[in-house]
């Protein structure tokens, strides 16, 4: 049995289902993230494991404890919120202490482990300031140690970082990692932001209309998506429609998927060919021919946009450096590599290459 194990939770709101049938489980110590699109139904899973909203049926252990069972306040459980939740009139340590109170705690005890939490998330030497003059990222820090503060059994954060400016929503991300291993707790983290799930997570279960489509570790929900929805959800993705080009160039590779209805190749596994030079692709690639319609140049990447006999296809390319190539109109050639391709059903599960 796992530390947290959700089995078949549903929940129904009056005439609408937003979560079906939903099975994952949690180990102590694991950063788990729910990622998904709005409505998916991720901030009525984290509200039912923390008692706001019951399931309409389904089970819920914590530690080998029926947590449908327990009143919220008794879950012992924290909970960071989007919008920090912070109190405007309390002092950051009022605001960390408050947790605290109802559990009648010791003043003396109060003091060092609202301290010993303002110092995870350094914000120790700010403990008399109100929230009201501190920026989004540090009173976040206060909802962040407010939550840590009781030693919960479970850590729940809802978007917490969905409010901060990029670069801050990076370092912070980063800090809360660090502190969820260095307490060592089992952490279940909602978002919509892919990048983010990848960066932060030891397991992301991907959620899809109340549904789960996969759950693995990052790895494998980037490079092996098990469904198309996962697929698209998470990075871009080329599409390839069924198309007598497209099966010469799977012939050509070997590859057959008899109840393939739509095949996909991630822009940054294609690779562009010099057009004049007689570069040969190796039989393990199957070479497009194109124009170029469209050049990005990102920094970091660049994305050529080629219009070719499979269709449109962007390919990228990493470390463009000073590279200024690739005007409009301009002839151009892909390989794509056969193990780069990926092939789904018409109900978009992922369907196995024969060949
Ligand atoms: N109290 C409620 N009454 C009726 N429908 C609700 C209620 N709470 C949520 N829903 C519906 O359930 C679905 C899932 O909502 P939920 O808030 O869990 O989505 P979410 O994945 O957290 O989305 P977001 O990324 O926008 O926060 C949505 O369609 C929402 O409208
Ligand atoms: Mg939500």
């Known amino acids: 049995m796992a530390y947290l194990d959700v089995v078949r939770a549903r929940k129904e709101f009056a005439g ?25 139904g991720k901030t009525t899973l984290l509200r039912a494991l923390a008692g706001f ?5 389904g089970e819920i252990r914590l530690d080998g404890e029926d947590l449908r069972r327990i009143p919220p306040h008794k879950r012992d459980i924290g909970m960071v919120f989007q919008d920090y939740a912070v109190f405007p009139h309390l002092s950051v340590f009022d605001n960390v202490a408050f947790g605290l109170k109802p559990r009648k705690v010791a003043p003396a005890e109060i003091r060092a482990r609202v301290g010993e939490a303002l110092e995870k998330v350094r914000l120790g030497h700010l403990a008399e300031r109100l929230p009201a003059a501190m920026s989004g990222g540090q009173q976040q820090r206060i909802g962040i140690a407010r939550a840590i503060v009781i030693r919960p059994r479970l850590l729940l954060m809802d978007e917490p970082l969905s409010n901060l400016d990029a670069k801050l929503r990076v370092e912070l991300r980063e800090e809360i990692r660090a502190l969820q291993k260095q307490i060592d707790i089992a952490a279940i983290y909602v978002t919509h932001d892919q990048e983010e799930a990848l960066a932060i997570s030891d397991r992301i279960c991907v959620m899809n209309a109340g549904r789960i489509e996969q759950i693995g570790t990052p790895q494998e929900i980037y490079g092996d998506p098990q469904t198309r929805f996962v697929a698209e959800f998470v990075g871009t993705l080329n599409r390839l429609e069924p198309s007598p080009a497209l099966e010469s160039d ?7 998927a008899p109840r393939a209805t739509l095949w996909a190749v991630r822009p940054e596994r294609l690779r562009l060919l010099p057009p004049q030079e007689a570069e040969e692709a190796s039989e393990k690639e199957a070479v497009v021919l194109g124009r170029v319609e469209q050049f990005t140049y990102l920094g970091r990447e660049a994305h050529v946009r080629l219009a070719t006999d499979l269709g449109p296809l962007v390919a990228q390319i990493a470390d463009p450096g000073l590279i200024a190539a690739f005007a409009p109109g301009e002839a151009a050639r892909a390989a794509i590599p056969r193990d780069a391709l990926m092939a789904f059903d018409a109900a978009g599960a992922r369907v196995k290459l024969e060949g």
């Open 16 to 40: 609408f289902t937003a979560l079906q049938d939903v099975s994952l489980n949690v180990e102590r110590g694991e950063f788990f993230t729910l990622l998904g699109p709005s409505g998916c």
């Open 53 to 57: 909203n019951d399931l309409t049926s």
């Open 250 to 256: 799977l012939s050509h590779l070997g590859l057959k």
